[in-house]
């Protein structure tokens, strides 16, 4: 196997990329030159999970995987009516909105805040944390998420201005491979 050693620079340009591709296509492979990007979804509109890999050279370099969930008091399952499934897709389809905001220096999920209006819901609001120990100064002075390793959280709130619902809340983990 061959020894491969992946720029910062080159992976996360890459990476931002494909996962605005996926979200925009639902592609479970995307190849652009020498760099492969792989996901796998599983469960539904309520609980899932979600596992990322990079290749570069075919040779895996990053994973990531990341599981959220609807809140028990917002499941459909629970609440028991039609409406409920369609509020369960709009909060999924505002989660995939923000997180075709992904940025470089947090390579990961969504902003660390969105505000994006959708109708039916539109006081929801996106909010990523990074956890502390997983950011690192760069060269420009501000702190970026140290590729490395990392983990994190973000939720979708229901009127934040109230401090109303936490809707959605889900964590995430990955890293560098190589």
Same mark, same amino acid.
Request: hydrophobic share 35%; proline share 5%.
């Given at each position: 196997?061959?020894? /491969?050693?992946?720029?910062?620079?080159?992976?996360?340009? @890459?990476?931002?990329?494909?996962?605005?591709e %996926?979200?925009?296509?639902?592609?479970?492979?995307?190849?652009?030159?020498?760099?492969? %990007? $792989?996901?796998e979804? !599983?469960?539904?509109?309520?609980?899932?999970? /979600?596992?990322?890999?990079?290749?570069?050279? +075919?040779?895996?370099?990053?994973?990531?995987?990341?599981?959220?969930?609807?809140?028990? $008091?917002?499941?459909?399952? /629970?609440?028991?009516?039609?409406?409920? @499934? &369609?509020?369960?897709r709009?909060?999924?389809?505002?989660?995939n909105? =923000? =997180?075709?905001?992904?940025?470089?220096?947090r390579?990961? +999920?969504?902003?660390?805040e969105?505000?994006?209006? /959708?109708?039916? @819901?539109?006081?929801?609001? %996106?909010?990523?944390?990074?956890? $502390?120990?997983? !950011?690192i100064?760069?060269?420009?002075?501000? +702190?970026?998420?140290?590729?490395n390793?990392?983990?994190?959280?973000?939720?979708?709130? !229901?009127?934040?201005? &109230?401090?109303?619902? &936490?809707?959605?809340?889900?964590? %995430?983990?990955?890293?560098r491979? +190589?």
């Amino acid at each position: 196997m061959e020894n /491969i050693v992946v720029g910062d620079e080159d992976m996360v340009d @890459f990476l931002v990329h494909a996962k605005k591709e %996926y979200i925009m296509t639902g592609k479970n492979i995307i190849n652009k030159g020498q760099w492969g %990007y $792989e996901v796998e979804r !599983l469960g539904g509109l309520c609980s899932f999970g /979600i596992r990322e890999l990079v290749r570069f050279r +075919r040779q895996p370099v990053f994973w990531m995987s990341y599981a959220g969930h609807l809140m028990p $008091e917002f499941m459909p399952e /629970i609440i028991g009516n039609d409406l409920s @499934f &369609t509020h369960a897709r709009r909060v999924n389809n505002f989660l995939n909105q =923000c =997180c075709l905001g992904v940025e470089p220096s947090r390579p990961f +999920r969504g902003p660390e805040e969105a505000d994006i209006r /959708i109708p039916g @819901f539109p006081e929801l609001q %996106y909010v990523a944390r990074i956890d $502390e120990h997983c !950011l690192i100064e760069s060269e420009k002075g501000k +702190r970026k998420a140290d590729l490395n390793h990392f983990w994190g959280t973000d939720m979708v709130i !229901l009127n934040p201005d &109230t401090k109303s619902s &936490t809707l959605l809340e889900g964590g %995430y983990l990955g890293g560098r491979l +190589r």
